[in-house]
């Protein structure tokens, strides 16, 4: 939830303090006349050109409804100490004062936050030229810290993973990056304070989509691993999960299975994430009736049919949830895995279940929408319409394959339809 380490704001190229005191006297000034929907649309266009429309609405309704719950509080209301606050947590700090330290570092050059924040920039582009040259500059840096909320060292940088959102990139040579730092003598158990604290570099790597995406995920753990990083470093991936549970939870099954490989230890739920039918089997006893279900919908959305195919002989119910109506389908569907979509069918799944995003049997629609495989999410689609499963009479015009397919169960293609939580911004 807004505001968090990862949702931070860039800072425009050639931020000042003065600037950001006039910013909180004007966002007082709109609080005062009840248009802070207004100024919050005003500064983000401002500040994030380059974004595409929509992260830019999504940025605004943040900040507006974080700076409506700031500063229209009963006790008090529309406070300039509060404007600043909001300003503060939008950029990742967690108070004016820190805010204001980091924006009169960057006033001069020669500051070890300006270092950081170049250091930072060159990882993420990729530029080793640059971080070498900054690191000999500034000998220091290589075990410093980030002014901003995370506290991130310099390698925590590479995982893309925590730290500011806008900065979560993954370069081809990832892995070279990281083994610079390492062999510059970076610390490979490092903790940043993101997702409850503790995460190293490790664990955020491993759990972390644009390293996945670009290729780089398993080059850089291995880097990390050869220089000692530990797979059972106690919440290295935050949120008190083990790093194959982790892996899986964040959508890494490749990186979820290396670090099996490497020794991190397996409750029932990352094996049937991973295919391990015969480690379900061995922990299946001991194994609480939750827990068993949740590993039957995580060996479903890893595409694990077998592991599927035994919990379910097992007794455990096929549409069993933990109270969000996100059965074993859902899993299966969103993963694009026919043949486990099928068995759960063949087994009484029920399309009909509702999540807090719509119907269980529409779900290969959004995900036809969001980068599924559009032949296997047609493939999905056609098997929930024989189990029964309704198509909705509008949907928001995905492809050509995949419309045509909706238009046989009466579903129109509309381009004022929007999918859920990516409705224009309307102020």
């Known amino acids: ?20 005191r006039k910013l909180a006297k004007d966002l007082v000034k709109t609080c005062q006349s009840g248009s802070i929907a207004a100024w919050a649309d005003r500064w983000m266009a401002s500040l994030l050109t380059t974004w595409e429309r929509k992260s830019v609405d999504r940025a ?22 509060d404007a600043q606050f909001v300003l503060a947590r939008a950029h990742g700090f967690l108070s004016w004062p820190a805010f204001a330290t980091h924006l009169d570092a960057l ?14 920039e060159a990882i993420v582009r990729g530029d080793e030229a640059t971080l070498q040259q900054l690191l000999r500059e500034h000998p220091g840096l ?20 925590g730290v500011e959102g806008y900065r979560q990139k993954s370069p081809r040579n990832a892995a070279r990056m990281t083994q610079l730092l390492l062999t510059a003598g970076a610390d490979v158990e490092a903790e940043a304070d993101v997702y409850g604290g503790g995460c190293t570099a490790l664990g955020l790597v491993a759990t972390s989509s644009p390293p996945r995406d670009a ?12 220089h000692g990083a530990q797979v059972e470093h106690p919440n290295l991936a935050g949120n008190n999960h083990g790093a194959v549970y982790a892996c899986l939870a964040n959508g890494c099954p490749e990186a979820a299975h290396y670090l099996a490989e490497h020794g991190a230890q397996l409750d029932i739920v990352g094996a049937a994430g991973i295919g391990r039918r015969d480690v379900v089997e061995r922990l299946f006893e001991q194994a609480d009736p939750e827990t068993r279900e949740r590993a039957l919908r995580y060996a479903a959305g890893f595409g694990q049919l077998e592991a599927t195919r035994f919990l379910l002989e097992r ?60 032949d296997r999410c047609a493939e999905i689609i056609e098997a929930l319409m024989a189990a029964g499963a309704e198509a909705p009479d509008r949907h928001p015009p995905i492809n050509e394959k995949i419309d045509a397919l909706l238009s046989r169960y009466g579903s ?5 339809r929007y999918w859920h939580g990516e409705e224009p911004r309307n102020t």
């Open 1 to 20: 939830m807004f505001p968090n380490p990862q949702d931070a704001l860039p800072l425009p190229p050639r931020p000042n303090l003065e600037q950001y």
């Open 60 to 81: 605004a309704t943040q900040v507006e409804e974080f700076a409506i719950k700031t500063l229209t509080r009963a006790e008090r209301r529309c406070v300039l100490a």
């Open 107 to 120: 006033a001069h050059s020669d500051t070890e936050t300006t270092a950081f924040e170049a250091a930072a």
């Open 142 to 161: 290589i075990r410093a810290r980030s002014t901003r909320e995370h506290r991130a060292t310099l390698l925590h940088y590479v995982s893309a993973n």
């Open 215 to 226: 290729g780089v995920q398993i080059p850089v753990i291995q880097v990390l691993l050869d």
């Open 315 to 374: 007794g455990i119910p096929v549409d069993a949830h933990s109270g969000d109506g996100e059965t074993a389908l859902f899993y299966a569907i969103l993963g694009d895995h026919v043949e486990v979509v099928r068995l759960l069918l063949e087994r009484g799944a029920q399309p009909g279940a509702r999540t807090r995003y719509g119907v269980v049997g529409q779900a290969p629609i959004w995900r036809a929408g969001h980068g599924g495989n559009p």
């Open 412 to 416: 129109v293609a509309d381009p004022t």
